[in-house]
């Protein structure tokens, strides 16, 4: 085995370098597709925990404000008279009624705002549309809503036009 070596030429030497810049092209690739699959898996990830944390935070509002009406007996009765007939409270408890179904109220458009940017299913505030329904069937949540909607955004105004809309009966107001 004699072998006389051979100079690489300037072509080999071309060819070689085209070679490891085919092969770090195919790398940079395989990286950059590992990098992608890796932070859309966070994304989902944040986007889930985003909605939990949405969801839990609605569904509280709404716990909270029911249950002062549960706990506090002068609260219910407050809450169950203005429902049948606000104009028999008296002034501080009209006031009072007026203040409950508010906080009620707010929670609810909180879940409604929740669903319509993202951070909430659709299907739980379809599932909260019910207790909305129950509300304003009542005739003390009907004058709230005659004399304060305007407090409210207008997507959820346009919501409850279209319950008010449709013929409503008499029923639990909570």
Known sequence: MGGEGRDLSWQDLGSIG???????????LI????????NTSQIDQNTKAARAAAFDSSITHAMVARQAI???E?????????????DSLSEQDR????????NVLWSLWNLQSQAQV?????????????????????KGVQWFWSNYRQEFGE???EEVAKILSVE???????
């Open 18 to 28: 085209e070679m490891i810049s085919a092969i770090a092209v195919v790398v940079s």
């Open 31 to 38: 990286y950059l597709a590992f990098q992608i699959r890796q």
């Open 70 to 72: 549960l706990e506090n």
């Open 74 to 86: 002068d609260v219910a009765r407050i809450y169950h008279d203005g429902s049948i007939a606000p």
């Open 95 to 102: 006031l009072r009624y007026r203040l409950i179904v508010h």
């Open 118 to 138: 993202g951070g909430l299913a659709a299907e739980t505030w379809e599932a909260q549309l019910m207790i909305l329904r129950r509300m304003m069937s009542s």
């Open 155 to 157: 997507s959820f105004q």
């Open 168 to 174: 409503v009966e008499p029923g639990d107001h909570a």
